[in-house]
């Protein structure tokens, strides 16, 4: 029995009609049964946010130096920094190895907004990050804040990829209750293989698999698997036709790079996607954090400036907006290690084209400290909310379940 | 809404076998994925329809005097010089794949997931060996003496920290870690009892010995008790706290029997706990032999893990698969060994599924089934597999794949699909399928191929 794609794709229907897939079906069926009509590049470019999570705790002391303060040098004898060489006023420098940031604030494009955090800190690296991820600091929330966004602010959006999460582990900030949002770790794996050792098994193959993956109930996890592997099927399908055709002279470094580097792929594409979400680590800094910190922050520092240089490129320098966090800042008091224990406020930074450079937010007072830890003066909501009403045309108050203000930074 | 199924009565009776409960390739592959990797062929031939005690004493009485690896390992003398963690990486690997005592390996990767140590941070290599190794000999011991090894073990000093945490210069992150990830959970101490902590733990040096005047001798106020602990009376006042039990019960019981465990059930096994002494042995045996866990609500409920379907597939179709390739796989997928994602190690179920982890899995099930790189060193092992088994005609060949890869619980419309699919050849000839040498078959590894690349195959 020979099978067209199409009749494939009726199968995988019938499959899913029985599942109760809330509000997304209509919109995964139509999607689903014009695959092979629909051109993806056609899409009107609305504003994207990329999300970079700085994981293990940045030292934001030594990220954004107030080097005119002696409470910093004497609170850290050794690990304190005195290369003046990024000076951004009178007041304030960046680590010297974050040059791809001081390019970016020079050009007023690096938005660096002091002092976030959140009342009554944890400094548990697993609670803190998932309160940052779904915006929730009084009590565990499933849903991560981005996941909201989708579910609230892109319920009539036609796209597959409205959320995008480039590396191997979805985040709770990207936990939506709509529908899965993928992860991608690079477009070269994403793509789901036959035997081409034999053309006509490899159709047979294709056929069965979808089939046998189409959404079904008998168990929690089978729905959750067969959701999943039915999206990706689909959502490989899709981008395999258009990613194709990204070329870029624009050098990207390792790590961070190339996952910013698919995101730029993935831009290019063009599939309506509103919200990337990457993460980078190597921030726990409890010992000799002097070599380490300066690398870790380079790597985020010149990712980052790599990736404006090939938006410039395609013209979407003010279409992409770049926002950088961390689950907390670190003890003022360096500590036996020279290195840093885990402390409270820090800071969050901001990119791209439309975003008001300089320095935002009030820097934290080194002595009026908590349990040794700074004082945040910005709820990092505030951000989050400025960005939700702003950028992404959504409503703050729905999406956080609040009113936390803005600041002036788009 | 997907059914959902409730616990069994009397969860904690011990499971004895009966004409509608029997102890058949299902309940026995059920017990050899979660005490190990996944059945052979052999394997359910020998414990299917025998008591389930067999399978137990088989599983867990292993003896720490001799390791049954020596001659296979010797073999490799090149590999486990371990100049790169890589190779350390595959000599693990390599264990589970070839070891006779599965729940040996099995436990000690649970044991490297709950003290998540990662090699991006140790990059002494022989460091990560002696702590696996440590967890492939304690890892059925006593969980108190296994508390104080870890605090004293090399990689963990390095790992967390505790190297470097000295009298009047304390780092709190073994002491915070310890509480909040290995022992308690957090909610169950303060910030102060971390900080108090934290100088019990003074003076280790990185080779795991007490410099005494780097150790903080004076007194330490943790959980409201006064005195001048030391990191042994540290332990043993963290493992009197009651959530202690209760949080390595939780522990065990998500990995080995259900994801979302009752609090009946973790009560129960953290008494268990409590009266063994910490004894990982008895407790665990205890809940791999009861009702519980051979009920069809912890059937099937958890996802493999992408070591479990790497080494379970290479295991089920005779090993001898080259190891660079099963290290990549498991990496792609998001388990790499030795490098978990942090501390917390890897959280496990659902986040093993994304929709570019479950394409990996696809592929993964066709490279390991054509192998058309150099994924096998022997490239003939699938059919011989099939042959001694008699199985050589298309439905023997899908009814051989669906035991070993499924128990046989197949739906059964895939089932004559698969049938179907062994009839037909190139260009969309009819034919009738007859495995006749061992030389690799195309069909055979298609249909290998399509099983792995169910739902059901990626649940443990």
Redesign the interface.
């Known amino acids: 029995m020979q099978t067209s794609r199409r009749d494939v794709l009726r199968v995988g229907l019938s499959g899913l009609a029985v599942v109760s897939l809330g509000s997304t079906v209509p919109t995964f069926l139509s999607r689903m049964a014009l695959a092979e009509q629909v051109p993806t590049t056609q899409m009107s470019r609305d504003n994207i946010l990329v999300v970079v999570q700085m994981s293990g705790g940045n030292d934001g002391l030594n990220t954004v130096i107030p080097f005119t303060n002696d409470e910093y040098y004497k609170a850290r004898p050794v690990i304190g920094i005195k290369d003046q060489k990024l000076k951004l006023t009178d007041k304030f420098m960046l680590n010297p190895a974050m040059i791809g940031f001081k390019d970016l604030f020079d050009q007023g494009q690096l938005a660096i907004i002091n002092g976030c955090g959140y009342p009554s800190p944890t400094r548990s690296h697993f609670r803190s990050m998932e309160i940052w991820q779904t915006a929730a600091p009084e009590k565990p929330e499933t849903l991560g804040w981005l996941g909201h966004y989708i579910d609230h602010a892109l319920r009539g959006s036609q796209s597959m990829l409205k959320g995008v999460n480039v590396g191997q582990e979805l985040p709770r900030a990207l936990v939506a209750d709509s529908a899965p949002v993928p992860s991608i770790q690079s477009i070269n794996d994403f793509s789901f293989k036959l035997d081409r050792g034999s053309q006509f098994d490899a159709k047979m193959e294709d056929q069965i698999i979808r089939e046998c993956n189409a959404v079904r109930n008998d168990s929690p996890a089978l729905e959750y698997l067969s959701r999943q592997a039915t999206n990706a099927i689909i959502e490989t399908d899709n981008i395999r036709k258009v990613a194709s055709s990204y070329k870029s002279d624009v050098k990207y470094p390792r790590g961070l790079g190339e996952q910013l580097r698919t995101v730029a792929q993935l831009i290019n594409g063009n599939f309506g996607t509103r919200v990337f979400y990457v993460q980078c680590g190597g921030f726990d800094t409890h010992g000799n954090q002097f070599a380490g910190h300066g690398q870790s922050l380079a790597n985020v520092s010149n990712a980052i400036s790599a990736f404006y240089r090939d938006l410039a490129e395609m013209g979407l320098t003010d279409k992409v907006t770049t926002m950088c966090f961390s689950e907390f800042g670190r003890r003022v008091q360096q500590n036996g290690s020279n290195g840093t224990d885990h402390g409270a406020a820090g800071p969050m930074f901001m990119v791209g084209g439309k975003v008001k450079g300089g320095i935002h937010g009030e820097y934290p007072s080194l002595t009026d400290l908590d349990g040794g830890d700074l004082k945040y003066t910005v709820d990092f909501r505030k951000v989050y909310a400025t960005i939700l009403d702003k950028w992404l045309a959504a409503d703050s108050n729905a999406v956080l379940g609040g009113k936390f203000g803005a600041i002036d930074v788009l | ?5 409730q616990p069994p009565a009397d969860p904690f009776g011990v499971y004895s076998p009966t004409a509608d409960r029997p102890f058949d390739d299902r309940r026995v592959g059920h017990l050899l994925r979660r005490a190990g990797f996944g059945p052979t062929t052999e394997w359910l031939k020998q414990f299917t329809g025998q008591p389930p005690a067999a399978a137990l004493d088989w599983l867990f009485n292993y003896s720490l005097d001799e390791d049954p690896m020596n001659d296979k390992l010797e073999v490799l003398q090149g590999l486990v010089t371990f100049q790169k963690v890589e190779m350390l990486q595959e000599w693990c690997l390599f264990r589970m794949v070839y070891t006779p005592r599965p729940l040996q390996e099995k436990i000690a990767l649970f044991w490297h997931n709950h003290f998540a140590t990662s090699a991006a941070k140790v990059d002494q290599t022989n460091y990560m060996h002696k702590q696996m190794e440590m967890f492939r000999k304690l890892g059925l011991g006593s969980f108190r003496e296994l508390l104080v090894s870890v605090t004293h073990d090399q990689a963990m000093l390095v790992w ?2 505790g190297r ?3 009298k ?6 073994y002491a ?1 870690e310890i509480m ?1 990830l290995f022992a308690l959970g ?1 909610g169950n101490y303060t ?1 102060q009892d ?1 900080q108090e902590l934290a100088r019990a733990f003074t003076g280790i040096a990185e080779n795991g010995k007490l410099i005494p005047n780097q150790f903080d001798k004076g007194d330490k106020t943790v959980f409201g008790k006064t005195g001048p602990l030391d990191a042994e009376g540290a332990i043993d006042l963290i493992l009197s706290q009651p959530a202690a039990p209760k949080h390595l019960a939780h522990k065990l019981l998500k990995e080995f029997v259900h994801p979302h465990p009752t609090d009946d059930q973790v009560n129960h096994y953290a008494e268990r706990l409590l009266a063994t002494k910490w004894d990982i042995k008895t407790t665990l045996r205890e809940m791999l032999s009861s009702n519980l866990f051979f009920s069809d609500w912890a059937y ?4 493999k893990s992408p070591i479990q379907v790497v080494v379970g597939a290479t295991v089920a179709v005779g090993g001898k698969a080259n190891m660079p390739f099963l290290r990549e796989s498991t990496a ?1 997928m ?1 388990q790499e060994i030795l490098f978990p ?4 190690g890897w ?1 496990g179920e ?2 093993w ?8 899995r ?2 993964f099930g ?1 490279s390991l089934s ?1 192998q ?1 790189a150099d994924e096998f060193v022997k490239k003939s092992q699938i059919e011989k597999g099939l042959l001694a088994a008699n199985a050589t005609t298309g439905e023997q060949a899908v009814d051989y794949f669906a035991r070993l890869l499924l128990d046989g619980k197949i ?1 059964p419309k ?1 089932k004559q ?2 049938i ?2 062994m009839k ?5 000839k009819k034919v009738v399928f007859e495995l006749k040498t061992d030389k690799p078959n ?2 055979i ?2 249909l290998m ?2 099983l792995m ?4 195959y ?2 443990a």
């Open positions: 809404m997907a059914v959902v199924l967390l920290d470097t945490n000295k009047g210069k304390a780092n709190e992150n915070r909040e957090v910030e971390v099937r409920a958890k996802i792609k998001g994602p942090n501390v917390k959280d659902e986040t599924i994304n929709s570019n982890t479950i394409l990996v696809f592929n066709l054509t058309r739906q895939m699909e698969l179907d699919y037909v050849a190139d260009k969309g195309d069909k590894r298609g191929h399509l690349s169910t739902p059901e990626q649940l």
